[in-house]
């Protein structure tokens, strides 16, 4: 790289640097959302797990002691209709109850609940495997007390191998993360990107900057390697920040756990590379195109909806089989593989990686073209 | 034909510490009593690790075996592959350490109870990895077990009429093994192996029943490796397991009047003790004969019901609080001439067994049988088990000619490494008194009692919580065991389908039971 090139870059860093309050800016979302994001777990894990003691109501209790102590033994007994943390969930002892159980019958018990509400699913759920373990045991019983081996009542032995890892069962919240991490290289560069186009442009010393002896290309890579380098310390940020803060999530209580380990972090910053250069090549570019800083501000909005959906789309699974070759759903689904402990996709990582390159040419020689222009440089 | 070992097993009169698992256990899973493959080809290589499966859980987890000389005495004799199974921990908190879990027996397999333990220690499982040994001799680690091919006849067998020292010589001419290298010492060697293996800097241990003693020993031979120590249903060092005969006939007479203190129980069977009585003397003079569906299979077959089936059934179903409770109904109606319930119980026990009979041998005669005091055996031979015992093992232990242990090993156990027993009161293998007796010389342990848990007591009650708790604060002081005290109590079968109160079939009682419950 020539010197003039390096000798641009730095000044349109310290430019930047200048500007406290669009660096902070950019790099509060760097700071803000891991953060934002282990809070919201910490709620999520608290709302979705099941209490250690579960208070529901039990109509007839007397009708049935035992099960009733069994139940207890669960930690599930029953609490007043009008206590805080009497969840709604209700369950009836039939007054016939002792009276089939004495004859071998089966006695019924009735549950009452909403399964829609997700902050009682998992208590539901540990209800029903209460009465289904009681119902399971005195089954057994039953048969020993008529001579009869209790396997009998299995012909069927299901034995499940689950391949998931610990890391795996993790996915769809590291998909989450990764997602945000991805938005990062969007959100870190915007405000220098913006600044150094359009709010040159206002400045009034785009036109200087061009009366000098440089060429638009030598200008147009600085701009981008200045904007790129600003990305890829948010994504640095980001990550670090991922790692400390998730750590401290009681993701156990999941059944999993979510780690940013180093070799996540080099993937993420090798894969990220070439998102960031694209991420400042389309933001400078659209910048270029608006008339005004504003005009620019609510241009890039609207365009960061694609990266955007494309992530989304590449972490939830919805969309076509195609979108695995498209930049940042190609290497959000190839990182999501990663983290899963899966192969690497070495091709899709490649051919969306090269995908994403290609629209970065296509778009810093857009801009090259486009400072020729006087209507651009001039914003007319 | 039968083998001597096997015999000694469904007679049930071997000095078994194990768990027993639940009845539910039995429907929600089959037994693993299937002999897990032996990996032959591995024998070459020193240690192996891979991702696999086990028995009862989806989760993946890590195997592997290392080599070891069956005798230590010459290391570059035969070699023998001991199997662990590490199951991760879900957030690991310190890589350095782990948690070893050694099962009962002596005999059973770790591995092949890797769901029970998986279950137990959930909550430590969050933070720690969980490491199973198939100790030598028991499950994939070179099992020595002495399979006979009379399994449908198990239940028309009359137990006194087999020579126990012939069916034992059969059973070790067919193992190929040193069987005088399989007692607890040089297990114990094989788990040390295996924890620096595996690089671990510390373990925590959890021993239940017989596995209590393999813990004791590591306290004794390597505490600079344990970080703490949890003794479910202790054996103490000081103790031989043959002395187990008063503790069973202690859980029997518990087991009697806690039925009599039980309100509807005692309505139901206000005469246990005697039906009980009834059923032993009949049987001693002569087994019934009789002709009843196979608890399995369904054909008619024939049933020799003896003293020590009767008996050896309702020992076995001592072991756990869901079969327990089964008890008084099983006894009245035997001394009402229904056998089925006993047949069914004596099925269960059968089936659940998964000891491996020489490597039980092994331990029981070398570490066991040459310390009984004339004394103790006096004392031992007043109940029926411990007769029973004796017996079988003057025979057995004659043939398999353990070297005695030293002296030494029978020396209470010192040391200030964090303990925690636990014992059950209802317990009919490992009494409380026993766990007093490990505490002698223990200065940083606490012993606590479970008043409604038999054997096992981590797997009944909140002590797994306990345990939880000491492996993640390393200390005793903190403990509180107020939960052990909650009152889990089932109700007993008061027949063979209800543990509710039985409705009287009095016209006007539904009504009667509505208004009461208003």
Known sequence: ?380 | MLHGMYSQLRAQISPVLWRHKSASAAILMAVGMIPLAVHAEENNAATTQQACYVDGLSEQMQCGAISVPENYAKPDGKQIQIHYVVMPATKPSNRQEALLAIAGGPGQSAIENAQGFDRMLSKVRQTEDVILIDQRGTGQSNQLQCIGDAFDSALAIDESLFDTRVETQKCLDELDADVTQYGSLNALKDFEAVRAHLGYQKLHLYGVSYGTRMAQLYMRHYPESLATVTLDGVVPMQQSVLAIGNAIARAFDLLIEDCSNNQLCNKQFPDLKADLDKVDAELTQAPKISLVPDPLTGEATKLTMTRSKFKGALRMALYSPATRSLIPHAIHQAANGNFQPITGLYAMSMDNAGIAMGMHASVVCGEDWQRLTPELREQTNQSYFGHEMLKTFAESCAVWNMPAVDASFGDAIAGDIPTLLLSGELDPATPPSWGELAMEKLTNAKHFVAPYATHGVAYQSCGNDLIADLVETGSVAELDAACLSEDIRRNFYLNASTVEAIPSDDASKPDEQTALNQ
């Open chain 1, 1 to 380: 790289m020539s010197n003039k090139i390096i000798s641009m870059i730095r000044k349109e860093l310290i430019d930047a640097a200048r500007d406290k309050r669009s660096v902070m800016a950019g790099l509060y979302y760097a700071v803000g959302t891991p953060l934002l994001m282990c809070g919201m777990f910490f709620l999520l894990i608290g709302q979705l797990t099941s209490p250690e003691d579960l208070n529901i109501k039990i109509d007839n209790a007397k009708g049935a002691p035992d099960l009733v102590k069994f139940l207890a033994s669960r930690g599930i007994t029953h609490g007043e209709s009008d206590a805080k943390d009497t969840k709604d969930i209700q369950l009836i002892i039939s007054d016939e109850y002792a009276a089939n159980m004495a004859k071998g019958l089966s006695a019924e018990v009735t549950l009452i609940a909403d399964a829609s509400n997700e902050k009682l699913q998992n208590s539901i759920r540990r209800l029903e495997r209460s009465l289904q373990e009681y119902s399971g045991e005195m089954g057994s019983l039953r048969l020993i007390a008529r001579g009869i081996d209790p396997r009998v009542m299995q012909p069927i032995k299901v034995n499940v191998k689950d391949e998931a890892t610990p890391d795996s069962k993790a996915g769809m919240i590291l998909g989450l993360a990764t997602m945000t991490m991805i938005y990062a290289v969007f959100i870190s560069g915007m405000n220098l990107a913006i600044d150094t186009s359009a709010g040159e442009r206002e400045r009034n010393s785009l036109a200087l900057l061009l009366s000098h002896p440089v060429s638009t290309w030598e200008i147009v890579i600085a701009k981008i390697t200045a904007v790129t380098i600003f990305a890829m310390v948010g994504l640095v940020l980001t990550l670090l920040i991922s790692k400390v803060a998730y750590s401290f999530v009681p993701w156990q209580e999941l059944g999993f756990a979510v780690s940013v380990n180093t070799s996540f972090i080099v993937m993420m910053l090798l894969v990220g590379l070439p998102v960031a250069i694209m991420a400042a090549c389309l933001q400078l570019f659209v910048s270029f195109m608006a008339k005004s800083f504003k005009e620019a501000q609510s241009y890039i909005t609207i365009v960061l909806m694609v990266p955007m959906m494309l992530a989304m789309a590449a972490s939830y699974n919805i969309a076509p089989e195609a979108i695995q070759w498209l930049p940042i759903s190609g290497q959000m689904q190839a990182l999501i593989e990663f983290i899963k402990g899966r192969e690497l996709p070495l091709t899709q990582i490649a051919v969306s990686s090269a995908f994403t390159l290609t629209i970065a040419t296509g778009l810093a020689i857009g801009m090259q073209k486009s400072l020729k222009s006087e209507k651009i440089v001039f914003g007319l």
